[in-house]
Structure formats: structure tokens, C-alpha cells
């Protein structure tokens, strides 16, 4: 389990979607994402990759 704090800019989608790319590149190599979860207030996003 990987995890991310991203500001979501008024964006949860994007937010997330950046998230993945960050979590990506920080592991540097091809994993599978069997689960995402993201929770947090309005302002800061946390992304929760299960890896496989």
C-alpha cells in the first residue's frame, strides 16, 4: 500500500488522476492497481494505491 497527499484545486478527478502519475513515478516501476481510494476535505486529497 503506497499513499499521496495532493491539494485537489477544486479538481477531485484530475486530482486523483495526478495522484496515479505521482505514485508511478515515486515506485518507478509497472504495478497493477487492484483498488484506489481517495478521501480528505475539499482543499488535500489522499490517494491510497493497492499494488499487486
Given at each position: 500500500?503506497?499513499?499521496?497527499?495532493?491539494r485537489?484545486?477544486g479538481?477531485?478527478?484530475?486530482?486523483?488522476?495526478?495522484?496515479?502519475q505521482l505514485?508511478?513515478?515515486?515506485?518507478?516501476k509497472?504495478?497493477?492497481?487492484?483498488?484506489?481510494?481517495?478521501?480528505?476535505s475539499?482543499?488535500?486529497?489522499?490517494?491510497?494505491l493497492?499494488?499487486?
Amino acid at each position: 500500500v503506497e499513499s499521496v497527499y495532493i491539494r485537489t484545486e477544486g479538481k477531485p478527478i484530475q486530482s486523483v488522476q495526478k495522484g496515479i502519475q505521482l505514485m508511478r513515478e515515486k515506485l518507478g516501476k509497472h504495478y497493477d492497481i487492484s483498488g484506489a481510494g481517495a478521501t480528505g476535505s475539499a482543499r488535500l486529497t489522499q490517494l491510497l494505491l493497492f499494488l499487486h
